[in-house]
């Protein structure tokens, strides 16, 4: 079966960094699209970023300049480098291939961002 599963989250000062890392299985990893996305309580899930499978990256104005989304094919991992962190990107972030609608998802990592 397909499995995504995320790591890396945790509470983290504003201004701090985190790295989040998803590792999939189950699939043919170079042919997926993956992507970044969160959700706080209260709010829409949101797209991050995501990477296409040739390596072209798009990302959330609000976040663009502070995070970075890679891949490595060969570990079957996508990462999320995320820096100068803001209290606003607290929330808890999910894993995506192939896509929000017909695509897989990870079971989700919690990033807290707080004095």
């Known amino acids: 079966q397909v499995q995504l599963v995320e790591s890396g989250g945790g509470l983290v000062q504003p201004g701090g960094s985190l790295r989040l890392s998803c590792v999939a299985s189950g699939i043919i990893f170079s042919d997926y699209a993956m992507g970044w996305y969160r959700q706080a309580p209260g709010k829409q899930r949101e797209l991050v970023a995501f990477?296409?499978?040739?390596?072209?990256?798009n990302y959330a104005s609000s976040v663009k300049g502070r995070f970075t989304i890679t891949r490595d094919n060969a570990k079957n991992t996508a990462y999320l480098q995320m820096n100068s962190l803001k209290t606003e990107d607290t929330a808890g972030y999910y894993c995506?291939?192939?896509?929000?609608?017909?695509?897989?998802w990870g079971q989700g990592t919690q990033v807290t961002v707080s004095s």
């Open positions: 995506n291939g192939g896509g929000e609608n017909n695509g897989y």
């Open positions: 990477i296409t499978r040739g390596g072209m990256t």
